[in-house]
């Protein structure tokens, strides 16, 4: 099995919503019991992470069948069997995050201008924040779906993670190195 190791420094603050409970970093917390002690971590979600790498694969290489192969088709509703992709990814925990709240200025896309009553605040993963994930695969990539990861990573990177990218936020420092099956179950046990 091969495993690679994701490290994610946030450069500038991070915000990020969830399709389906609507918004805000704290539906990003991961709560766990651990040693009878509730604990809070920050993560990004593997499917965030994925589906980035993934756009930026189809957009520099187009629809090609090594992408589907190694991050799987986007939509797997109405079909018969289920395509597993060639690469798993793990959500991104934070080894050390502070969170802020930031004032924002909700825009009438209209009149191009501010909104009535559009101040507004969000909670943002702070720059400086690192996370740590892990990408896995159960076989030995050839060069071609090599370069398509290293690629579409380093483009991942330069197109940044979360929403609100238009307005500063999200711009990422990502760096892959191998890793072990050890690592990756050292690291879920923290």
């Not at 993934?54 to 088709?73: D, T, V």
Request: glycine share 8%.
């Amino acid at each position: 099995m091969n495993v690679w190791r994701l490290r994610i420094e946030l450069i500038n603050d991070f915000h990020t919503s969830g399709v389906r409970t609507g918004s805000t970093i704290d539906m990003l917390r991961e709560k766990y019991i651990k040693d009878s002690c509730l604990k809070e971590r920050y993560i990004i979600p593997a499917t965030h992470i994925k589906g980035v790498m993934r756009s930026e694969a189809k957009r520099i290489w187009g629809k090609r069948e090594e992408i589907f192969r190694l991050f799987g088709p986007e939509e797997q509703e109405g079909k018969e069997f289920y395509e597993e992709p060639i690469l798993k990814f793990t959500d991104a925990r934070a080894k050390k995050a502070q969170v802020a709240e930031r004032a924002r200025v909700r825009i009438d896309r209209n009149t191009g201008s501010h909104a009535e009553r559009g101040l507004f605040s969000e909670k943002v993963i702070c720059s400086g924040s690192v996370f740590v994930g892990f990408i896995l695969s159960g076989h030995q990539l050839n060069e071609e779906e090599e370069r398509i990861l290293k690629g579409s990573l380093t483009s991942a990177s330069h197109y940044g993670l979360g929403k609100s990218r238009s307005s500063g936020l999200g711009q990422v420092k990502i760096e892959l190195q191998p890793s072990s099956v050890q690592e990756v179950i050292k690291e879920m046990m923290r």
